[in-house]
Nanobody, 131 residues
Framework: QVQLVESGGGSVQTGGSLRLSCAGS????????IGWFRQAPGKEREGVSC???????YYADSVKGRFTISRDNAKNAVFLQMNSLKPGDTGPYYC?????????????????????????WGQGTQVTVSS
């Protein structure tokens, strides 16, 4: 049974940092593209970052330079380091497995990672950034 479990969310003030973790069971994460998504209140779920199996990383413009995605193969986990957090970063954060490893970017190499390309999702971890 495939499971993805997020942790590390919390409440911080503007400018603070959090490190989210996505632990896999029943799945070897480094064989797939793994994405991080969030869903702001009243908005659709949006992608923020993605890592392919080859280790290449991609970021949405809104988080580029502030968020860093990484992977620990020994722990079978993917992480999202979030720095310089803003109130607009508030919402539940989800990790998910892509059905195709070519997820994460469009043909030009720009970040492109629609939720429809992902089949297994975690339950989410809440991030709240106050001003």
């Amino acid at each position: 049974q495939v499971q993805l479990v997020e942790s590390g969310g919390g409440s911080v003030q503007t400018g603070g940092s959090l490190r989210l973790s996505c632990a896999g069971s029943g799945i070897t994460l480094d064989r797939y593209a793994i994405g991080w998504f969030r869903q702001a209140p009243g908005k659709e779920r949006e992608g923020v970052s993605c890592m392919r199996s080859d280790g290449s990383t991609y970021y949405a413009d809104s988080v580029k330079g502030r968020f860093t995605i990484s992977r620990d193969n020994a722990k079978n986990a993917v992480f999202l380091q979030m720095n310089s957090l803003k109130p607009g970063d508030t919402g539940p954060y989800y990790c998910a497995r892509s059905v195709v490893d070519i997820s994460c970017s469009d043909v030009s190499g720009a970040y492109y990672s629609p939720p429809i390309e992902y089949d297994y999702w975690g339950q989410g971890t809440q991030v709240t950034v106050s001003s």
